[in-house]
């Protein structure tokens, strides 16, 4: 399961049926779930745990020190949770002790091509990042989120759960749960509609995101009143709760 030309630190944790593929290189400080297959030519490094049956490719680099000047070489960590596919070039780096030293990705996920996500990012589950997607410092994509390829994320931004981001898009602000946003500077374009219909949210629950999305960005009302009137529809609407909390925790501001 693991090829001869392999370099494995013999501290490493690998689980029995772990599989690495040939020049792959496993540090010291790694441990990797059952089931996972490591490709050709993967690096991985730092204290880093990897959960089970995750499928990385070849030229990954996991678990290298943060791409941030005041990194001195705490033991810092990255943690990737089970079911995730991480195509080629991809490259995770560890968390920094000025935001509490974790990086961190949950189930699920297909990640694609040429993904950087940097120090201290957050990435839920069920998530899709399109080929050359990039994440600044300390960004936080929840569950359910697609970003468009080559999209660049900003760093401390916060991109909510059901969202989805078009190809290209420069994301400077948060984005709010179920919404869609695109372009370069980003812009809101409605509901993520298909994606809520295929998650099993019912014809009700769409209905009322989408006449959230109005009172938010097409009402005229300001900031402030549209999160009220909005808070106003949650006791008969519950799906409205999260879209209500990510608004009144939004530190960035939103995409508007």
Known sequence: MIHQTAIIHPNAKLAADVEVGPYSIIGEHVEIGAGTVIGPHVVINGHTRIGKNNHIFQFCSLGEIPQDKKYAGEPTRLEIGDNNTIRE?????????????????????????????AHDCHVGSHT?????????????????????????????VRIGAHAMTGFQSRITQDV???????????????????????????????????NAYKTLYKSGLSFTDAQTAIQEQVAAHPELNLLVEFLASSQRGIVR
């Open 176 to 210: 709010p749960p179920y919404f869609t946003v695109a372009g370069n500077p980003v812009e809101a374009h409605g509901i993520n509609s298909e994606g809520l219909r295929r998650r099993g949210f019912d014809a009700a629950a769409i209905a009322s995101i989408k």
């Open 89 to 117: 070039f991809c490259t995770f780096n560890l968390g920094t002790i000025q935001d509490g030293g974790l990086t961190s990705m949950g189930n699920d996920n297909w990640i694609m091509a040429y993904v950087h996500i």
């Open 128 to 156: 899709i990042m399109a080929n050359g997607a990039t994440l600044a410092g300390h960004v936080y994509v929840h569950d359910w989120v697609i970003i468009g390829g080559l999209s660049g994320v900003h760093q401390f």
